[in-house]
């Protein structure tokens, strides 16, 4: 079981550029996300999906476009990547439980730097 | 809005030593309060969920505390090793979404 692993591990950019976010998971949970997590701030939700072929908007979502077409898979695209953009981004999956109580499985996280 | 705020920002503690991080909220409504541990490079990894009715939660030498009349939850870590070295998160859930806090950075000096 490999759990929740991202392609890739770490990217540099340049202003205008775009490139996608690969998330994997194998424990076939249905919800997955994509996170991301700057210096001295709690991480942000970007997009989420609650199952294949859904996606919905986070707390952070401009500049970034996601696709769920399969159900193991949860791409992050970015169409023109701007220094802002400059963060960790972690991806998760769970399977929802009564009350919320579901924990949720963090991959390792793509390091992006935009210049 | 609503918040998380941890404290401190960031110890060090001697191996065998205990600490305490805090962490406050503003989240309502409120579901459950989870504490994750983040290793340097790594995804954070949950130790504990505590609903409204728990007051304390244990996982090894990881103790969590809740005051849901106060806000307040506190992680406890007993005979700190150096694999304790890490970032520890707080995080509340409110109608399935989830805020965070932005963490206290634990380092265990030999």
């Known amino acids: 079981n490999a759990g929740v692993t991202q392609t890739p591990k770490f990217r540099v950019l340049k202003t205008g550029q775009s490139m996608t976010l690969l998330c994997a998971q194998d424990?076939?949970?249905?919800?997955m996300y994509w996170y991301r997590q700057d210096p001295g701030m709690g991480l942000r939700l970007i997009h989420y999906?609650?199952?294949?072929?859904?996606?919905a908007k986070g707390e952070v979502p401009d500049g970034y476009n996601v696709s769920r077409l399969k159900k193991q898979n949860f791409l992050l695209g970015l169409e023109s990547a701007a220094p802002s953009q400059t963060s960790v981004y972690f991806c998760?999956?769970?399977?929802?439980?009564?009350?919320?109580?579901?924990?949720?499985?963090f991959g390792p996280g793509t390091r992006l730097l935009v210049l | 809005k609503n918040q998380v705020e941890q404290s401190p920002q960031s110890l060090i503690i001697l191996e065998g030593k205990n600490c305490t991080l805090q962490?406050?909220?503003?989240?309502?409504?409120?579901?459950?309060l989870r504490w994750y541990k983040q290793d340097t490079g790594r995804g954070p990894v949950s130790l504990t969920i505590?609903?409204?009715?728990?007051n304390t939660k244990s996982n090894g030498r990881y103790t969590a505390t809740l005051d849901a009349d106060t806000k307040q939850s506190s992680l406890h870590i007993t005979a700190s090793q150096l694999s304790d070295s890490a970032s520890y998160i707080c995080?509340?859930?409110?109608?399935?979404?989830?805020?965070f806090g932005a963490g206290t950075t634990v380092t265990v000096r030999a």
């Open positions: 998760a999956s769970t399977t929802p439980l009564a009350g919320g109580l579901e924990t949720q499985y």
């Open positions: 424990m076939n949970h249905e919800y």
């Open positions: 999906s609650v199952g294949e072929g859904t996606t």
């Open positions: 962490c406050n909220y503003t989240v309502s409504p409120f579901s459950n």
């Open positions: 505590m609903t409204f009715s728990e």
């Open positions: 995080v509340v859930s409110s109608d399935y979404k989830l805020s």
